[in-house]
């Protein structure tokens, strides 16, 4: 989880910036993670830079330039929904990290990248900022 002093510097946002981090010296761009406020879900639009050299995330997240939006309430879209913490995760976010929002765009933010698996969210499009694990701006 992210540390305690990052969630009084996190400004809340409906969009934040997907990376793939296979070779963490080499972040590579996915795409745009939107906060849909309706459904309290979160869509994905891959970056063209991924539709020329990138793959699908899941079977439901084919490699086309369209955005994905969630199908239920409450739940982001396909491969990325994964990447969200667990119920113990969440509470920690909310006791500890204590976001200013609490919508499943900051729980995937807070669960920091040092969580099981190659996805990262930052507020920066054009460059991915390498802190150490657990630290989040």
Do not use: C, N
């Amino acid at each position: 989880m992210a540390d305690r002093g990052s969630a009084a510097k996190y400004r809340p946002t409906d969009r934040l910036h997907l990376w793939l981090l296979t070779q963490s010296q080499q972040p590579v761009p996915i795409g745009d993670l939107s906060l849909i406020r309706s459904t309290q879900g979160v869509s994905l639009r891959y970056a063209e830079q991924w539709l020329r050299r990138g793959f699908a995330l899941s079977e439901d997240l084919p490699l086309i330039d369209e955005e994905f939006l969630p199908d239920e309430k409450g739940v982001a879209v396909g491969a990325v929904d994964d990447a969200r913490p667990d119920r113990w995760g969440e509470r920690v976010i909310r006791h500890i990290d204590r976001p200013a929002r609490l919508s499943l765009l900051e729980y995937l933010y807070f669960a920091g990248d040092d969580r099981f698996g190659a996805l990262d969210l930052e507020h920066r499009r054009l460059q991915r900022v390498d802190l150490p694990v657990g630290v989040r701006t």
